[in-house]
């Protein structure tokens, strides 16, 4: 079964809605971590609960939407081994699956229509990871997570 993990916040709430129908119809199998309904909530708290998610690999990979987009990318790639990608247009969809191995993608709400945002989603779960060179990459942004922690305040050295 295919599964996906999606959360938003009150800015995105619409826009997830219209993707999880898009999937649903598509044979998906939905994590829907919230909110439920367009009350306003604080990003952080939604960005959190789908990065934590896909880093704890209950799921391999999650869309997450909040008005711009800004304010999850900015939260979810606080965690290591996340790969989130603010999308607005298909070609970054697929660049950033083939190139950057996206795991997270973002999008706008306020910022893009529905039927483009399905077109974006289908485009970035259909698209695979092209490795080789990119994996080299890829491994250099790992190690910055290492490095990171090995340096951090009150860790063993
Ligand atoms: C909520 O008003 C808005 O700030 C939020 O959805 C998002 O766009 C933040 O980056």
């Avoid at 604080?42 to 990065?51: E, F, I, Q």
Wanted: proline share 3%; glycine share 12%; charged share 25%.
């Amino acid at each position: 079964m295919k599964k996906i993990a999606i959360a938003s916040d009150h800015g995105g709430f619409d826009l997830k809605e219209s993707v999880i129908a898009h999937l649903l119809n598509d044979g998906w199998e939905i994590d829907d971590l919230g909110p439920s309904s367009e009350d306003s909530v604080d990003y952080p708290d939604y960005g959190v609960k789908l990065a934590e998610a896909i880093a704890n690999k209950k799921v391999e990979r999650g869309i997450v939407i909040c008005g711009t987009g800004v304010g999850m990318s900015i939260v979810v790639n606080r965690f290591p081994g996340i790969r989130g990608t603010l999308c607005s247009d298909v070609y970054t969809a697929k660049m950033c699956r083939e190139h950057n191995d996206s795991n997270i993608l973002i999008m706008g709400g306020r910022v893009i229509g529905k039927g483009l945002a399905s077109e974006i989603v289908d485009t970035w779960l259909s698209t695979e990871f092209e490795g080789g060179r990119h994996q080299r990459r890829l491994d250099k942004i790992n190690e910055i997570d290492a490095n990171l922690k090995s340096k951090s305040p009150g860790q063993a050295r």
